[in-house]
């Protein structure tokens, strides 16, 4: 800016309290410029020259008078967008938005609610362990292993191998997914144990086995989530089995080596049938004689480890346990993990959601080199998913049927029961079909109490909850396992991956809150299958959003919905907005907002918070 020009603003400005004269000494006052041109002319007219050059020069001087007006109002203008205050855009933003909000429909601003709690609750660490996280290893790759596909099937193309997941309505994501393969011999399982699974009625893969095993076996991490009773245990545990062969018979493993891998399970029942099943089909591998015995350590609270001392004492090849006693284990160093290269978590949800995630982080960090993870379960909300395969390596997902769908092979009864009439309904009830029949109950008083009526009224019924001992619970378990008890009434304990023979009835006396724990329950029966039917007793008592989740439930798997469930409308829909499952616990019936199970998580973290946590199933 030149001199004269600065001089110029200066006079021209009247001074305000936001334009401040910078030399007050200078100061003119102020003449408009019409004025300014006439007091000109008159000069030039006294003067009395009217000569072309005078008015030339006349006319220059006032488009430079011009032009620095406009460039003077231009300046202005810049100014005072510049000055507009903060408060003025807030302003701005807020009116704009509560415009957008205004346009928008209840259903829109619960979605946008219900997506800020889900961001909330993900933003949880990874998986991986706090040993990986601190060093900040992350591996890209997954585990190379020597198997291979055979040839034919390596042959196939992208299409023949989704025509035939697409026939067994498996769902697939990920990258390179290693095939489907729809027999047990072509996907290289030892020639005795095909035979010995032959002769358990076990002759075509499941379509879990069937896309499963093939992916475990190229050692890649996934997730499984399929029907209660659809063999997971079989796909997880053939894999490890497995790679114990391989390992031992590479190199024999001493006393102090091992384990190659780990099962984790979210309770002592569970684990100790996982534990059973993989005893009998390493044996079955054993007892053919070309291949090596496979040592396997069971490892859960309750039990004395001397009963066990007999495993310790050789090298371990696997190890099924439930984390408490794992970790207690691991620090005592009765075997380490220096070379476990295989994680499985059975029921994965429930080991990462209800407050188990620091145990499983714990475990994780024992892990001395890159390890393989596979999670399974029947039911794995989106929450868990998305949480999980930030957690894995380049994870691939083996979805048959929606996670939390109900076992279509099960025929769900709902029938409304007044609470005081429950205990005699029960009794006509267990007319329906003939032993042997689990009960379920949320509550261990009323577990009890069912079980003591039973047997008043001479019915052969043994009874399991977290407050038995761990022989009660094992004796409940064996007796009804062999015939020799016809009814168990059981809380929740027993209604997850627990694998009776041919349950034929499942009643729930008591509807659970969250309907995870509902499909696992009736899960109990249809298995390997067969056919079963569930009898459910809701009333008053049962939430209305638990009843919601149930119709919805009952819709999809294509069941008879009582008329009573179908008058319970979903405000949801009143407002016109999605249906869609929550993300936190797979419930059709409401959204995140109201889950009962991030209520329950809550309090359960407060509880531990608070030092009165109670884990009893470890
Ligand atoms: N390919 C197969 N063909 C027939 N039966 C099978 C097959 N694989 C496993 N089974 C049998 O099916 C039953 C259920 O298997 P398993 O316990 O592994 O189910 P699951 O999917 O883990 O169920 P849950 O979700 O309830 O834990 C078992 O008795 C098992 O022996």
Same mark, same amino acid.
């Given at each position: 800016?030149?001199?004269?020009?600065?001089? +110029?603003? +200066?006079?021209?400005?009247?001074? *305000?309290?936001?334009?401040?004269?910078?030399?007050?000494?200078?100061?003119?006052?102020?003449?408009?410029? &019409?004025?300014?041109?006439? &007091?000109?002319?008159?000069?030039?007219?006294?003067?009395?020259?009217?000569?072309?050059?005078?008015?030339?020069?006349?006319?220059?001087?006032?488009?430079?008078?011009?032009?620095?007006?406009?460039?003077?109002?231009?300046?202005?203008?810049? +100014?005072?967008?510049?000055?507009?205050?903060?408060?003025?855009?807030?302003?701005?933003?807020?009116?704009?938005?509560?415009?957008?909000?205004?346009?928008?429909?209840?259903?829109?601003?619960?979605?946008?609610?219900?997506?800020?709690?889900?961001?909330?609750?993900?933003?949880?660490?990874?998986?991986? #362990?706090?040993?990986?996280?601190?060093?900040?290893?992350?591996?890209?790759?997954? $585990?190379?292993?020597?198997?291979?596909?055979?040839?034919?099937?390596?042959?196939?193309?992208?299409?023949?191998?989704?025509?035939?997941?697409?026939?067994? @309505?498996?769902?697939?994501?990920?990258?390179?997914?290693?095939?489907?393969?729809?027999?047990?011999?072509?996907?290289?399982?030892?020639?005795?144990?095909?035979?010995?699974?032959? *002769?358990?009625?076990?002759?075509?893969?499941?379509?879990?086995?069937?896309?499963?095993?093939?992916? &475990?076996?190229?050692? +890649?991490?996934?997730? !499984?989530? &399929?029907?209660?009773?659809?063999?997971?245990?079989?796909?997880?545990?053939?894999? $490890?089995?497995?790679?114990?062969?391989?390992?031992? #018979?590479?190199?024999?493993?001493?006393?102090?080596?091992?384990?190659?891998?780990?099962?984790?399970?979210?309770?002592?029942?569970?684990?100790?049938?996982?534990?059973?099943?993989?005893?009998?089909?390493?044996?079955?591998?054993?007892?053919? !004689?070309?291949?090596?015995?496979?040592?396997?350590?069971?490892?859960?609270?309750?039990?004395?480890?001397?009963?066990?001392? %007999?495993?310790?004492?050789?090298?371990? %090849?696997?190890?099924?346990?439930?984390?408490?006693?794992?970790?207690?284990? $691991?620090?005592?160093?009765?075997?380490?993990?220096?070379?476990?290269?295989?994680?499985?978590?059975?029921?994965?949800?429930?080991?990462?959601?209800?407050?188990?995630?620091?145990?499983?982080? =714990?475990?994780?960090?024992?892990?001395?080199?890159?390890?393989?993870?596979?999670?399974? #379960?029947?039911?794995?909300?989106?929450?868990?998913?998305?949480?999980?395969?930030?957690?894995?390596?380049?994870?691939?997902?083996?979805?048959?049927?929606?996670?939390?769908?109900?076992?279509?092979?099960?025929?769900?009864?709902?029938?409304?029961?007044?609470?005081?009439?429950?205990?005699?309904? $029960?009794?006509?009830?267990?007319?329906?079909?003939?032993?042997?029949?689990?009960?379920?109950?949320?509550?261990?008083?009323?577990?009890?109490?069912?079980?003591?009526?039973?047997?008043?009224?001479?019915?052969?019924?043994?009874?399991?909850?977290?407050?038995?001992?761990?022989?009660?619970?094992?004796?409940?378990?064996?007796?009804?396992?062999? !015939?020799?008890?016809?009814?168990?009434?059981? *809380?929740?304990?027993?209604?997850?991956?627990?694998?009776?023979?041919?349950?034929?009835?499942?009643?729930?006396?008591?509807?659970?809150?969250?309907?995870?724990?509902?499909? @696992?329950?009736? !899960?109990?029966?249809?298995?390997?299958?067969?056919?079963?039917?569930?009898?459910?007793?809701? =009333?008053?008592?049962?939430?209305?959003?638990?009843?919601?989740?149930?119709?919805?439930?009952?819709?999809?798997?294509?069941?008879?919905?009582?008329?009573?469930?179908?008058?319970?409308?979903?405000?949801?829909?009143?407002?016109?907005?999605?249906?869609?499952?929550?993300?936190?616990?797979?419930?059709?019936? @409401?959204?995140? *907002?109201?889950?009962?199970?991030?209520?329950?998580?809550?309090?359960?973290?407060?509880?531990?918070?608070?030092?009165?946590?109670?884990?009893?199933?470890?």
């Amino acid at each position: 800016m030149d001199s004269t020009s600065t001089k +110029r603003r +200066r006079v021209q400005r009247s001074p *305000s309290p936001q334009y401040k004269i910078e030399d007050d000494d200078s100061y003119e006052p102020y003449v408009p410029v &019409a004025q300014r041109r006439q &007091a000109k002319l008159a000069k030039l007219t006294s003067w009395g020259t009217n000569n072309e050059k005078d008015k030339a020069k006349l006319q220059q001087e006032e488009e430079e008078e011009k032009e620095d007006e406009e460039r003077e109002e231009e300046r202005r203008k810049e +100014r005072a967008r510049k000055e507009r205050t903060l408060l003025m855009e807030a302003q701005e933003v807020h009116d704009k938005r509560a415009v957008e909000d205004a346009k928008k429909t209840d259903a829109e601003k619960a979605e946008e609610a219900d997506a800020e709690i889900l961001a909330a609750i993900a933003s949880r660490r990874k998986l991986a #362990s706090d040993l990986e996280l601190a060093k900040g290893v992350q591996y890209m790759q997954s $585990l190379k292993t020597s198997w291979r596909p055979p040839r034919f099937v390596r042959e196939r193309t992208e299409e023949q191998h989704q025509r035939l997941r697409d026939k067994y @309505h498996i769902i697939v994501d990920g990258e390179d997914i290693p095939p489907p393969i729809d027999n047990f011999t072509d996907m290289k399982v030892p020639e005795p144990l095909v035979k010995f699974l032959k *002769s358990k009625r076990i002759t075509i893969p499941t379509p879990i086995q069937l896309q499963g095993i093939p992916t &475990a076996f190229a050692g +890649r991490d996934m997730i !499984g989530i &399929a029907f209660t009773g659809s063999g997971k245990t079989l796909a997880f545990c053939l894999p $490890l089995i497995m790679f114990a062969l391989e390992e031992e #018979s590479r190199l024999p493993f001493l006393r102090g080596e091992g384990p190659v891998g780990v099962v984790l399970c979210p309770s002592r029942e569970l684990a100790t049938q996982t534990y059973e099943n993989v005893l009998i089909w390493t044996a079955a591998l054993a007892k053919d !004689g070309r291949y090596p015995q496979i040592n396997t350590l069971l490892c859960i609270g309750g039990i004395s480890m001397g009963e066990q001392s %007999h495993v310790l004492n050789k090298g371990i %090849h696997v190890v099924v346990a439930t984390p408490g006693r794992l970790i207690d284990m $691991l620090e005592k160093k009765r075997f380490t993990f220096d070379n476990c290269k295989y994680l499985c978590m059975d029921e994965a949800d429930r080991m990462i959601d209800l407050g188990f995630e620091d145990d499983v982080r =714990n475990i994780m960090s024992f892990f001395k080199r890159q390890r393989q993870t596979l999670l399974f #379960s029947a039911t794995m909300p989106r929450k868990i998913q998305d949480f999980a395969q930030q957690s894995l390596v380049k994870p691939i997902l083996v979805n048959v049927g929606r996670a939390g769908a109900a076992n279509l092979d099960v025929l769900q009864v709902v029938e409304y029961v007044k609470q005081e009439a429950k205990m005699v309904y $029960l009794l006509e009830c267990l007319q329906k079909t003939p032993p042997p029949v689990i009960i379920f109950s949320e509550n261990k008083n009323e577990v009890d109490d069912i079980q003591e009526y039973l047997l008043l009224k001479g019915v052969e019924a043994v009874a399991i909850h977290g407050s038995k001992t761990q022989e009660e619970r094992q004796y409940a378990i064996k007796s009804f396992k062999s !015939g020799a008890k016809d009814v168990m009434v059981a *809380s929740s304990v027993a209604s997850k991956g627990l694998d009776f023979n041919d349950i034929q009835h499942v009643i729930i006396f008591s509807m659970p809150k969250e309907i995870e724990d509902y499909v @696992h329950q009736i !899960g109990r029966t249809g298995r390997s299958g067969k056919t079963g039917i569930a009898t459910t007793f809701v =009333n008053m008592n049962t939430p209305e959003q638990t009843l919601l989740d149930l119709k919805y439930l009952l819709m999809e798997a294509g069941q008879k919905v009582p008329p009573f469930l179908l008058t319970i409308d979903d405000p949801r829909a009143a407002q016109g907005g999605s249906l869609k499952g929550c993300p936190v616990c797979g419930g059709l019936g @409401h959204g995140i *907002s109201n889950c009962p199970k991030l209520e329950d998580t809550q309090r359960r973290q407060m509880a531990s918070h608070r030092g009165d946590d109670d884990r009893g199933g470890y």
